[in-house]
């Protein structure tokens, strides 16, 4: 099973940028989706954007296309979420998964710990 590191939130203020990244320790990794998620106080935990094994293929949730974008390094086993044109409905804690197959639609159920991602307004 793949374990997962995710750093790189913090507090910013609205417009802003940050990177999240998300360290993964195991075998699979290479042949696994990576995906991030996030999950506001009060509220369920919601898809943000997923990337396919080989980074050939992204997919992204409405309210965060064309402001975030989502990559990955294989040589590094890391998956990256820059995060551009931040609005203060993005705070939450964002969290890392695994995918159990291979494309962006794949089911996620190996997750990370979470970083804090808090926008001022």
């Known amino acids: 099973q793949v374990q997962l590191v995710e750093s790189g939130g913090g507090l910013v203020q609205a417009g802003g940028s940050l990177r999240l990244s998300c360290a993964a320790s195991?075998?699979?990794?290479?042949?696994?989706?990576m995906g991030w998620f996030r999950q506001a106080p009060g509220k369920e935990r919601e898809f943000v954007a997923a990337v396919s094994y080989n980074g050939g293929s992204t997919r992204y949730a409405t309210s965060v296309k064309g402001r975030f974008t989502i990559s990955r390094d294989n040589a590094k086993n890391t998956v990256y979420l820059q995060m551009s044109n931040l609005e203060p409905e993005d705070t939450a804690v964002y969290y890392c998964a695994a995918g159990s197959g291979s494309y962006t639609y794949s089911p996620f159920n190996n997750w990370g710990q979470g970083t804090q991602v808090t926008v001022s307004s």
């Open positions: 195991g075998r699979t990794f290479s042949r696994n989706a």
